[in-house]
């Protein structure tokens, strides 16, 4: 692995038995956003290229095997002001149409419809691949859902029309009026049961039957993860986990068959036999030696498996809350946010780690384990009704993956990656746990910081898990018209801003900007990294402070004819404004070094005057 200064992966060489070889690279532009990814190996290399708009939001994703166009305030849906999509178009493996999808959002964000759409104008292709959502409770929880697909060779109509009947937040039961199945035993709710109750659940609020899956009694450890999966029949699975709830096998027994599925590290083995082993960008076939790229799109949803060599081998097309359209073959089982999708005996689950998604109901099975952060929204409700902006990586927390990472910065197995809202106060609280964000509306907002030292932290003293749910509470209860007006009285009214930060506590760094400068979070959006504070800082800290965490440049004062004149450090992002224009007449400065901290750039200036001090080193900063 190779990186830049910035500590950015730039390289990444991959070699196993020493026959499969591949090499993955990674360009970043001038604010550390990912622009490029290129895998090489075999005969022919594939790169993907990520464009951006002015607010930092995906707009495209280009690849000669997937490319995606996302639309916002354009496009050929309804504009959305507020970070929704209002469309978007797609095309994947060796298919010459151009699909899409025109989305509609009620006042709280949450899907209506989506309507499919082929070729670059979006013309709708009525009873195709189009999902709608006939109503929500006021927790959020889907009350209808209407699903069109494949019938037959040839024919599409409507294969789901789904009336939700719930006690309080979980479900009694799903009937569905359409009779009519997917073609090619395809994506679609199976309604195997017509009683009045159909969900069980335990006292902990965790799904323990389900009637129309045929599950007729599910077991639990003391994480709440699923241990045994019973069904009709006499067909089961069970699970082993390790003590942070990892999983590391399932044992499928299906008609009298038994396929035992060992998951030790990236390597998976099936029934004692090393299968395959999982990479940042696809998988390794052990039993041919042979390397596959998956191409994803911008929610990290598997579009298209291709081989080393660019043939393609799988394409994936997904309906909003995360089912497959009829695919012609189906080659691994990590599909929808990347995540595995277990099939056997109908289960038809998502796997996210610390719980299982049913894509066709747009539901978790057991409450959200950061339930009591978010009281505002139903514990089994998936992405606040917008799966189309969010995701749930781990099911644990939302994420808006349309703002890109400054980079890609990484603290034991987790990887921070969001930003999120201020809240009024002077002194900023700690962030202790590993943390995904969201960011809504109000991350458009403006804010002056001192010096650019903010800490990216709410008010008061919480933990991570509560900034979460503040977030996802205001979104969920706050129509958009209330969050623009909130976004503009914060913008009329920007607040300064405090660090009391105890050594050792992560926290995001600060945004680049100057004294008394306005600086939309979105610009920046998405984590600008973490760091561990070395120092206590308990007050406000000016920008040449040693206890400044801005990232600072050292640089080398010349003369015009080439005379040293002096090492020197600024924390301005453009190194040359230092000086005034008229200063700069005869002079000319190079740039050395970009360093995290105002600190570890006096260290570099201290150590060079030791070797060369020059007649306007007078002081150090």
């Known amino acids: ?18 026959s499969v070889s591949a090499t993955l690279s990674y360009n970043y532009d001038e604010l550390g956003r990912l622009t490029s990814v290129t895998r090489s190996g075999g005969s022919k290399s594939l790169t993907t290229t990520n464009q951006y708009n002015l607010r930092g939001w995906t707009i495209s994703t280009q690849s000669p095997l997937f490319s995606q166009r996302l639309y916002y305030t354009d496009g050929k849906g309804t504009p959305c002001y507020n970070g929704n999509i209002s469309s978007m178009t797609w095309k994947a493996g060796n298919e010459t149409v151009t699909r899409g999808y025109r989305f509609e959002y009620d006042p709280l964000s949450r899907l209506k419809n989506a309507t499919y759409a082929e070729g670059e104008t979006l013309s709708p292709k009525p009873n195709y691949y189009d999902e709608q959502i006939t109503g929500y409770d006021k927790n959020g929880n889907i009350l209808g859902l209407k699903r069109y697909g494949q019938t037959s060779a040839s024919g599409y109509g409507l294969i789901d029309n789904l ?60 994480l709440n ?19 942070a709830g990892k999983k590391l096998r399932a044992v499928h027994t299906i008609a009298g068959n038994t396929t ?28 041919d030696n042979k390397y596959h790229y998956y191409l994803q799109d911008y929610q990290g949803n598997n579009r298209v498996v291709a081989d080393q060599n660019g043939n393609v081998e799988e394409v994936n097309h997904y309906y909003p809350f ?46 959200d384990p950061m339930a009591e952060k978010c009281y505002s929204c139903s514990p089994y409700s998936y992405c606040l009704g917008n799966p189309i902006r969010f995701i749930d990586p781990t099911g644990m927390s939302i994420g808006d993956p349309l703002l890109q990472t400054f980079g890609r910065y990484e603290y034991g197995n987790n990887t921070f990656t969001n930003a999120f809202k201020f809240v009024h106060n002077t002194v900023a609280s700690v ?3 590993p943390i995904q964000m969201i960011n809504d509306l109000a991350s458009e907002t403006e804010y002056i910081y001192n010096n650019g030292v903010g800490s990216y932290l709410s008010s008061g003293i919480q933990d991570a898990t509560d900034a979460i749910g503040s977030q996802i509470s205001y979104l969920a209860k706050t129509p958009i018209s209330k969050q623009v007006s909130d976004t503009w009285q914060e913008m009329k009214e920007p607040q300064n801003w405090e660090n009391t930060v105890a050594e050792g506590t992560l926290m995001f760094m600060p945004m680049k900007v100057g004294i008394g400068t306005k600086r939309s979070i979105s610009t920046a959006a998405k984590g600008v990294g973490v760091t561990k504070t070395e120092n206590i ?3 406000a800290v000016h920008g040449n402070s040693l206890k400044s ?39 000319k400065m190079k740039t050395i070094e970009l360093f995290p901290n105002r600190q570890a750039a006096w260290n570099w200036e201290y150590q060079q005057n030791l070797i060369e001090q020059g007649p306007l080193n007078k002081n150090m900063h």
């Not at 045929?214 to 003391?222: D, E, M, P, R």
């Not at 241990?227 to 069970?238: A, Q």
């Not at 599925?261 to 076939?285: H, R």
């Not at 004819?561 to 600024?570: E, M, S, V, Y």
């Open 260 to 287: 035992t599925t060992d998951y030790c590290g990236s390597v998976i083995f099936e029934n004692g036999t090393p299968k395959t082993v999982l990479t940042e960008a696809g998988f390794v076939s052990l039993n």
């Open 163 to 222: 009336a939700i009947t719930l006690n309080g937040n979980q479900l009694l039961s799903v009937n569905d009026a359409v009779t009519t199945s997917a073609f090619n035993n395809g994506f679609e709710f199976k309604d195997n049961s017509k009683q009045a109750t159909e969900y069980i659940y335990d006292d902990n609020g965790n799904l323990i039957k389900d009637l129309n899956k045929k599950i007729t009694k599910i077991q639990y450890n003391y």
């Open 549 to 587: 965490q801005r990232p600072t440049w050292g640089y080398k004062l010349y003369s015009t004819d080439g005379t040293f004149l002096k090492n020197g450090i600024t924390s301005q992002e453009i190194p040359q404004k230092r000086y005034t224009k008229a200063f700069m007449e005869n002079k």
């Open 225 to 243: 993860l699923p241990d045994r999966i019973e069904f009709e029949g006499g067909s089961s699975i069970s699970y082993l986990y390790d003590a």
């Open 322 to 367: 995360g089912g497959v359209f009829a695919n012609t073959s189906s080659i691994q089982l990590y599909k929808y946010n990347g995540k595995e999708l277990d099939t056997k005996n109908g289960l038809n689950w998502y796997d996210y780690g610390a719980r299982h998604y049913d894509a066709a109901i747009g539901r978790w099975h057991v409450v």
């Open 431 to 433: 962030v202790n746990t």
């Open 537 to 539: 800082v308990k007050t």
């Open 1 to 18: 692995m190779t990186y830049d200064h910035s500590g950015r992966l730039l390289t990444n060489a991959h070699r196993i038995n020493n």
